[in-house]
């Protein structure tokens, strides 16, 4: 089993920067991918981002150029810069993992941590 802890959320002003962080513990070992999702009140879980073991990356549209995913392997973590937050970044965000490459859809990861709490106030 594996066991996914999201920390660093909070509450922001647009324009501001926060970093999500998600420990994985347990049955972790090499290649695997993480994601972040988010889900805004009353929306679907929506894909932001996943790095590969060997470190590529992919982002949703909406947060290119604003948000930044990184992972330190040895640690088994993985971060989320945020910066330029608007007010449509309001979710709660969700790290995932999954063996192999990084997937943008949800049913294709094997575990999902408890999520953290990110409010952008306009």
């Known amino acids: 089993q594996v066991q996914l802890v999201e920390s660093g959320g909070g509450l922001v002003q647009a324009g501001g920067s926060l970093r999500l962080s998600c420990a994985a513990s347990?049955?972790?070992?090499?290649?695997?991918?993480m994601a972040w999702f988010r889900q805004a009140p009353g929306k679907e879980r929506e894909f932001v981002t996943y790095i590969s073991w060997s470190g590529n990356t992919y982002y949703a549209d909406s947060v290119k150029g604003r948000f930044i995913i990184s992972r330190d392997n040895a640690k088994n973590m993985i971060y989320l810069q945020m910066n330029s937050l608007r007010p449509e970044d309001t979710a709660v965000y969700y790290c995932?993992?999954?063996w192999g490459t990084g997937s943008t859809i949800q049913k294709e990861y094997h575990y999902w941590g408890q999520g953290t709490q990110v409010t952008v106030s306009s």
């Open positions: 347990g049955r972790t070992f090499s290649m695997y991918a």
């Open positions: 995932a993992l999954r």
